[in-house]
């Protein structure tokens, strides 16, 4: 973490093509700020939605990487 930014690193590569990260959702004091742009680094800019159940960050189609996918929230 960052005073600007937040990462959160995935041990594996899912299968379903999506994480989601109950510690961020929506309402969750542990993460109060909002949450306007998620990149997956080697990557760019993935799209996300910040639900009550968690932030759900869906990942490209082809695994771009075989080492653990690591995100960059801002």
């Known amino acids: ?3 600007k930014y937040l990462y959160a690193t995935v ?3 899912p299968e379903e093509k999506q994480v989601v990260i109950k510690s961020l ?3 969750s004091e542990l993460y109060p ?3 306007n742009r998620v990149e997956l680094l080697g990557y ?3 799209k996300f939605n910040r639900t ?4 759900i960050l869906y990942l490209p189609e082809k ?3 075989s080492i653990a996918p ?4 801002k």
Do not use: D, H, P, Y
């Open 70 to 73: 690591v995100f960059k929230i």
């Open 33 to 35: 700020r909002s949450v």
């Open 1 to 3: 973490q960052t005073k």
């Open 52 to 55: 009550s159940e968690g932030l």
């Open 25 to 27: 959702a929506a309402g």
């Open 44 to 46: 760019g800019k993935v």
């Open 63 to 65: 695994q771009v990487n």
């Open 11 to 13: 041990l594996a590569w």
